[in-house]
């Protein structure tokens, strides 16, 4: 795909800001601290957001997160178009991301690996 660097600097706004709201402005217990927005990719049309969120925790707490996120999505898109200056805010889909704990189960195994040897 072609790079966009408007986009970029969208996409990289969006997640700075949704960082911001989850932190600050949410109350929702189900949502927990150690939740984090790992990237937002927008489309080109600027009509959806995929947000990847990780969590920390296992699937009972991702779950609950999750459904936490899916019932502020409203407030969060509220507040985001409160804060970035777009003709349209997106609508904003969340997805979770779990490439951070793949990629300590990877090292995990390259440990076990090295150790063996």
Do not use: W
Not at 28 to 49: F, G, H, N, Q, W
């Amino acid at each position: 795909m072609k790079s966009n660097n408007r986009l970029t600097r969208i996409n990289d706004e969006i997640m700075r800001e949704l960082s911001q709201i989850i932190r600050m402005e949410l109350k929702d217990p189900r949502i927990s601290t150690m939740t984090s927005v790992m990237r937002a990719e927008t489309t080109p049309d600027l009509k959806y957001c995929k947000v990847y969120i990780s969590v920390l925790g296992n699937e009972e707490e991702k779950q609950s997160v999750m459904t936490g996120m899916e019932n502020a999505k409203g407030f969060m898109r509220h507040l985001l178009a409160e804060r970035i200056n777009l003709r349209f805010t997106p609508e904003l889909i969340f997805k979770l991301d779990e490439s951070v704990e793949y990629s300590v189960k990877i090292n995990k195994l390259i440990d076990e690996i090295n150790s063996q040897k």
